[in-house]
């Protein structure tokens, strides 16, 4: 069966520092990856997809980066942090030709 | 535009009643419409789906209706329990190129009284 990791679970960090969050998926090939970001008590925003290594495209313009490194390999990066990248990011996947996406167990993100 | 709205932004019921969630949506092109249900502090979790063939699907005390033509589609919750407290999320998708993109409503705050 097919899982998905994300680490750390918690983060804090200072205004200005640089961020690096990962997620993996286990037990399928060639996912399509999804990162998104939830502010507290908010919806779900979509900030990147993947469908494949090296194709990463970008839903709003932001502080943020997405790379893919390896095929079930999905990161989200930030040079220089800003107060407002507070919120929980959630990665997700899903498989191609279906629509379900199955969504990891988050990264919450505390900027002071 | 892609959008998708999504009604009562809060909603509290005695246990043992039924709770109707409902959200529409903006492109007619739409053909998947899952619903996640989020606990407090964890990740949305998928409860049911419906495809756009099909009028109407139920599993157990869920249930989903969705109108094609009036772009509606809603979530039935019977013989609600404690434990059905969360938020509660809509989605419509649509298929891109090459993925599948997922809008979702901005999402249901559940609360079951005792």
């Known amino acids: 069966s097919q899982t998905i990791h994300q680490w750390p679970a918690t983060l804090v960090q200072p205004v200005g520092s640089p961020l690096s969050l990962e997620c993996t998926v286990e037990?399928?090939?060639?996912?399509?990856l999804y990162w998104y970001r939830q502010a507290a008590g908010r919806g779900l925003q979509l900030l990147f997809y993947?469908?494949?290594?090296?194709?990463i495209s970008s839903e709003v313009p932001q502080n943020l980066s997405a790379s893919r490194p390896q095929d079930r390999q999905f990161i989200l990066s930030s040079k220089k942090l800003l107060l407002s990248d507070s919120g929980f990011y959630l990665c997700?996947?899903?498989?191609?030709?279906?629509?379900?996406?199955?969504f990891g167990p988050g990264t919450r993100l505390t900027v002071l | 535009g892609e959008n998708v709205e999504q009604h009562p932004s809060t909603l509290s019921v005695q246990e043992g009643d039924s709770a109707v969630i409902k959200c529409t949506y903006s492109?007619?092109?739409?053909?998947?419409f899952p619903w996640y249900k989020q606990e407090l502090g964890k990740r949305p979790q998928l409860i049911i789906d419906?495809?756009?063939?099909?009028g109407e699907k139920k599993d157990q005390r869920i249930a989903v209706t969705l109108n094609k033509t009036a772009k509606h589609f809603s979530l039935h919750i019977t013989e609600t329990q404690p434990e059905d407290s969360a938020v509660y999320f809509c989605?419509?998708?649509?298929?891109?190129?090459?993925?599948?993109?997922?809008?979702f409503g901005p999402g249901t705050s559940l609360s079951v009284i005792p």
């Open positions: 997700a996947w899903s498989v191609l030709q279906t629509d379900t996406q199955y």
């Open positions: 419906i495809r756009s063939n099909v």
């Open positions: 989605a419509a998708s649509m298929k891109k190129t090459s993925y599948d993109k997922v809008i």
């Open positions: 993947s469908v494949g290594i090296g194709q």
């Open positions: 037990g399928t090939s060639n996912p399509n």
């Open positions: 492109d007619s092109a739409s053909n998947y």
